[in-house]
Every structure is written in structure tokens, then in C-alpha cells.
């Protein structure tokens, strides 16, 4: 499926380098040059490593990296990614979301709400009465079982009408009241979509679900121009329900077939406490 491209709009592969180049200066800027036993010297206007102090380290020409940076359209190698991945101290995470980003692994646009078939919608149910939920890479809730649809009921204080994760958490009001955990959380999901976005640069909805978050939500706006990247993790978090009060789940991953970039959620308590409160969230 070609990636949509909105009439007047820059090509796909612009707006990839552009990207590209933010995540490098956002990477670059977090280091010093301390970090490798080189004298800061003076007249530093910027935090970070400067360009021709970073191309020396990985090794690479100051131009070349320079343009690299700007989102020119240059040969990029694995063997200079890898380079400037060790100089830059980058993670897994933050290394495989360059080399999406530079298109040096096969990059998916496809997106949307692919139907969930039916034996998914089985393994599901069968999970009751665990909590669980399939979405895809852009958080969007793709199915559910009865007991997930019963642990959130009372999740929104007005109607919910984005069936999405991430706008669930970032545009409900009462969030951090019922989220204990918000703090530390968001800034996890939001990494977690980013890291997904490399393989959707210039799909329309993942260009409008950015830019319709970034303009409601301060949160998503400033944790996004970190350029932030994560893998999954295994987490623990409480959420405040009302006739069960505080309840603490574990989350799993399931990576499912279909739809593409689709994960089965699976909450599992986390203590006996909860364990013993969750038949407390049935409707």
C-alpha cells in the first residue's frame, strides 16, 4: 500500500530525512564533550556536541553529516549508522528507530484499523477474566473482552469517541486522578508511538493524530519534540476505579498476526489485593 501524500504536501522520503535529522540533534545535544575527555572550550552557545566534534568521533566528514542532519537526500551506509549509533551512545530502541528512519530496514506504511479476526476475538474472550485489549501501532483499540470494556467503563468523564490508547490517557481530564502513575507513564507511551511512527512518516492519519494531539495536549506537545524513543516493557501501574478503588496490574504483550503491528494487552494483577477487587469492576 503506497503511504498517502496530501496534494502540495513534501514526499515521504523528505519528510523521513527531516525527521531523521531532528532525532540526530536531539541525540547529539545530550552529550558533552566531557563524555569522551575533550575540553569543552569556550564560546558554547549550544548544549551537546557540536557537529564537527561528533562527525570526528564517529568518524565521518563534517559536510556529510552536516547535510545529514539538514535532511538532504545522501547515501547513508549501515556502516555509518553504526558508527554514529556507538558515538552516540544510542540504545536499542533509539538505534533501530534510526536505521528506520534512514530506510535502512524495510519500512511498512500500511496503517488503519485492520479488522481482528475471528480466533484473535476467541483467544480474547478465553483471557476473561484478565483484562485484555488489541491495538495497533498507532494505539488504536482494535478489539476488546468483556472484562477490559468493565475495568475501563468509568475511565472517561465525557464520551469516549476516539478509541485510541494514548488519546484515552492524554485528552481525558481526570487522568492523573485516576492514573497515579501518569508521570511516568506518558512519557513511556508517548516514546512507544514515536518509535512506531518511523515506519509511518507521511501516512495522513498518523500526520493528523500528531498534529491534532500536539495542539490539545501540552503533555504530548513538549514529550514529542524530545524525540523520545522506546521499546516494550514489561510495567506495573494503579489505576483508581471507582467501586474497586486502587488497583495495580502487570501488562503483558502478545504480538498478533493481524492486523499488522497488532499486540494483545493482557492486565494480570498484580497482587492479591487486586486480584481479590477486580470481580468488584463487573457490570
Known amino acids: 500500500m503506497v503511504a498517502f501524500e496530501p496534494k502540495g504536501a513534501p514526499p515521504v522520503s523528505e519528510l523521513r530525512r527531516a525527521e531523521l535529522g531532528q532525532f540526530l540533534k536531539t541525540r547529539r545535544a545530550r552529550l558533552s564533550p566531557e563524555d569522551f575527555g575533550m575540553p569543552a572550550g569556550l564560546r558554547r552557545r549550544t548544549p551537546g556536541l557540536r557537529r564537527e566534534e561528533?562527525?570526528?568521533?564517529?568518524?565521518?566528514?563534517?559536510?556529510?553529516?552536516?547535510?545529514?542532519?539538514?535532511?538532504?537526500?545522501?547515501?547513508?551506509?549501515?556502516?555509518v549508522l553504526d558508527a554514529l549509533a556507538r558515538t552516540l551512545r544510542l540504545d536499542h530502541a533509539e538505534r533501530w528507530h534510526m536505521y528506520v528512519?534512514?530506510?535502512?530496514?524495510?519500512?511498512?506504511?500500511?496503517?488503519?484499523?485492520?479488522?481482528?479476526?475471528?480466533?484473535?476475538?476467541?483467544?480474547?474472550?478465553?483471557?476473561?477474566?484478565?483484562?485484555?485489549?488489541?491495538?495497533?501501532?498507532?494505539?488504536?483499540?482494535?478489539?476488546?473482552?468483556?472484562?477490559?470494556?468493565?475495568?475501563?467503563?468509568?475511565?472517561?468523564?465525557?464520551?469516549?469517541?476516539?478509541?485510541?490508547?494514548?488519546?484515552?490517557?492524554?485528552?481525558?481530564?481526570?487522568?492523573?486522578?485516576?492514573?497515579?502513575?501518569?508521570?511516568?507513564?506518558v512519557p513511556y507511551r508517548v516514546a512507544r508511538f514515536r518509535a512506531n511512527y518511523a515506519r509511518h512518516v507521511g501516512d495522513k492519519d498518523w500526520e493528523e493524530d500528531i498534529r491534532r494531539l500536539s495542539s490539545?495536549?501540552?503533555?504530548?506537545?513538549?514529550?514529542?519534540?524530545?524525540?523520545?524513543?522506546?521499546?516494550?516493557?514489561?510495567?506495573?501501574?494503579?489505576?483508581i476505579h471507582p467501586a474497586a478503588g486502587p488497583l495495580t496490574f502487570t501488562t503483558s504483550?502478545?504480538?498478533v498476526p493481524a492486523p499488522q503491528d497488532g499486540r494483545i494487552t493482557v492486565y494480570t494483577p498484580a497482587d492479591d489485593e487486586t486480584r481479590k477487587l477486580l470481580p468488584l469492576t463487573r457490570d
Open 253 to 255: 504483550e502478545l504480538q
Open 54 to 79: 561528533l562527525a570526528l568521533l564517529a568518524g565521518v566528514g563534517v559536510s556529510w553529516y552536516t547535510w545529514l542532519e539538514q535532511g538532504r537526500e545522501i547515501n547513508v551506509s549501515i556502516q
Open 101 to 185: 528512519l534512514a530506510e535502512a530496514v524495510p519500512v511498512s506504511v500500511t496503517s488503519g484499523r485492520c479488522p481482528v479476526t475471528e480466533p484473535i476475538r476467541e483467544i480474547l474472550d478465553a483471557l476473561d477474566p484478565l483484562p485484555a485489549v488489541v491495538t495497533n501501532a498507532r494505539s488504536d483499540i482494535l478489539a476488546k473482552n468483556d472484562a477490559h470494556t468493565d475495568l475501563f467503563r468509568y475511565w472517561h468523564s465525557l464520551p469516549c469517541i476516539h478509541q485510541n490508547t494514548l488519546w484515552c490517557v492524554l485528552t481525558e481530564p481526570t487522568a492523573r486522578e485516576k492514573f497515579p502513575q501518569y508521570d511516568e507513564e
Open 216 to 239: 490539545l495536549s501540552s503533555d504530548f506537545a513538549e514529550l514529542w519534540a524530545r524525540h523520545e524513543v522506546a521499546e516494550y516493557q514489561p510495567r506495573a501501574w494503579t489505576f
